[in-house]
């Protein structure tokens, strides 16, 4: 299993921006993709963005259409989200995770970061 890092979250004011890292530990597969999921207390953890690792085709939730962009370093290993725009919908814990499909559902997603928390104050 692939092991996963977020960081880059933080406590930023509406209207602000933030910055995402995902670091994994050995290559990951051209043949998969790197996801973003947020998720906040009581609530299911929802798909956020994603990007497959060799084509760098991308896929986003339309709540964050036009504010974040996925991208992502092959030589690094290393995945991206920058969120702008934000607002305090956007506050949640956000996670990366990789798999060799691209898909919305969080269960068919097998290997996952530990989780950066994102806060935006009004």
């Known amino acids: 299993q692939v092991q996963l890092a977020e960081s880059g979250g933080g406590l930023v004011q509406t209207g602000g921006s933030l910055r995402l890292s995902c670091v994994a530990s050995?290559?990951?597969?051209?043949?998969?993709?790197m996801g973003w999921f947020r998720r906040v207390p009581g609530k299911e953890r929802e798909f956020v963005a994603a990007?497959?690792?060799?084509?760098?085709?991308?896929t986003y939730a339309h709540s964050v259409k036009g504010r974040f962009a996925v991208s992502r370093d092959n030589a690094k290993n290393t995945g991206y989200l920058q969120m702008n725009s934000l607002n305090p919908e956007d506050t949640a814990v956000y996670y990366c995770?990789?798999?060799?499909?691209?898909?919305?559902?969080?269960?068919?997603?097998?290997?996952w970061g530990q989780g950066t928390q994102v806060t935006v104050s009004s």
């Open positions: 990007i497959t690792w060799g084509f760098g085709s991308t």
């Open positions: 050995g290559s990951i597969s051209s043949n998969y993709g």
């Open positions: 995770a990789v798999a060799p499909r691209i898909t919305a559902s969080p269960n068919e997603w097998s290997s």
